[in-house]
T-cell receptor, first 115, second 111 residues
Framework: DTAVSQTPKYLVTQMGNDKSIKCEQN?????MYWYKQDSKKFLKIMFS???????INETVPNRFSPKSPDKAHLNLHINSLELGDSAVYFC??????????????FGPGTRLTVL | DAKTTQPPSMDCAEGRAANLPCNHS???????VYWYRQIHSQGPQYIIH???NNETNEMASLIITEDRKSSTLILPHATLRDTAVYYC????????????FGDGTTLTVKP
């Protein structure tokens, strides 16, 4: 059973398009996250949701809009895709965002390539 | 969150212990030390965490110095599948689980 799953695994699209990446966790966790890993392999947090409520929003262009229909899902919608958006996007979840003893479980990643 | 410093790369012979150091000299009293690893093309994987006592689980051991300014992750019997980037992270209480991943250490286990 996959704990944190993401779809699609690969996404190739043209500049200017709008695309979505979906994430689901079956761990019963309260908090979900989106991270971006660029070509230099630096992993940077983008968003965090706790029980469907946005709690972290790093300096991310407003072309990126996360949506959490329920606490098991956190989707990422990207408008007007740019070349610089090419990266691997990781979803993660944890039991509670309010404790530093919680551990994060990551999905397999979605490799986005913008042409 | 406290900044961490790790060597960019290390090699280890298969079957030997891999000792990965991490410096976190500005760690606060309420910050935990976490270790994750990322095997090529996969998502990061949690390994172990601790506050001030040494910890051991089925994957690894974590040794934290008494002053908590540095720690060492020990993989007791490294295998080829342990080749990965290892991240040392320190996290503040009640920060919504925000983990700052640095550059990590690329561990290469060689036969």
């Amino acid at each position: 059973d996959t704990a944190v799953s993401q779809t699609p695994k690969y996404l190739v699209t043209q500049m200017g398009n709008d695309k979505s990446i979906k994430c689901e966790q079956n761990l019963g966790h309260d908090t979900m996250y989106w991270y971006k890993q660029d070509s230099k392999k630096f992993l940077k947090i983008m968003f965090s949701y706790n029980n469907k409520e946005l709690i972290i929003n790093e300096t991310v262009p407003n072309r990126f809009s996360p949506k959490s229909p329920d606490k098991a899902h956190l989707n990422l919608h990207i408008n007007s895709l740019e070349l610089g958006d090419s990266a691997v996007y990781f979803c993660a979840s944890s039991i509670s965002g309010g404790s530093s003893t919680d551990t994060q479980y990551f999905g397999p990643g979605t490799r986005l390539t913008v042409l | 969150d406290a900044k961490t410093t790790q060597p960019p790369s290390m090699d280890c012979a298969e079957g030997r212990a891999a000792n990965l150091p991490c410096n976190h000299s500005t760690i606060s009293g309420n910050e935990y030390v976490y270790w994750y690893r990322q095997i090529h093309s996969q998502g990061p994987q949690y390994i172990i965490h601790g506050l001030k006592n040494n910890e051991t689980n089925e994957m690894a051991s974590l040794i934290i110095t008494e002053d908590r300014k540095s720690s060492t992750l020990i993989l007791p019997h490294a295998t080829l599948r342990d080749t990965a980037v290892y991240y040392c992270i320190v996290r503040v209480l009640n920060n919504a689980g925000k983990s700052t991943f640095g550059d990590g250490t690329t561990l290469t286990v060689k036969p």
